[in-house]
């Protein structure tokens, strides 16, 4: 069973800095895209920042400059660097990935959600 688990969210102040983690774990044969959303109180989850396994990077026009989204894939893991955070930058940070697994009779493909961790940037 895969299962991905993120880390490093909690209280930041204003142009404070975070990083997030977020390991994958289960009989994993390989990992594609790797990305992070975010959803904020009473508005819908968005996209903040993807990767793809041979390190491609798309970002938010929001976060562009601010944010840095890596992965090592030898620890099936993807990280979010965010620096000069801002208050509506508040939310819960989940990450999401797209992985193929293997099953006792068959590779199975799908996407996975984090648990989420909650970012908050007082204003």
């Known amino acids: 069973q895969v299962q991905l688990v993120e880390s490093g969210g909690g209280l930041v102040q204003p142009g404070g800095s975070l990083r997030l983690s977020c390991a994958a774990s289960?009989?994993?044969?390989?990992?594609?895209?790797m990305g992070w959303y975010r959803q904020a109180p009473g508005k819908e989850r968005e996209l903040v920042a993807t990767?793809?396994?041979?390190?491609?990077?798309d970002y938010a026009d929001s976060v562009k400059g601010r944010f840095t989204i890596s992965r090592d894939n030898a620890k099936n893991t993807v990280y979010l660097q965010m620096n000069s955070l801002k208050p509506e930058d508040t939310a819960v940070y989940y990450c999401?990935?797209?992985?193929?697994?293997?099953?006792?009779?068959?590779?199975?493909?799908?996407?996975?959600w984090g648990q989420g961790t909650q970012v908050t940037v007082p204003s």
């Open positions: 999401n990935a797209e992985i193929f697994s293997r099953t006792p009779i068959s590779i199975n493909s799908g996407y996975y």
């Open positions: 289960g009989s994993i044969v390989s990992i594609t895209a």
């Open positions: 990767v793809t396994s041979d390190g491609n990077t």
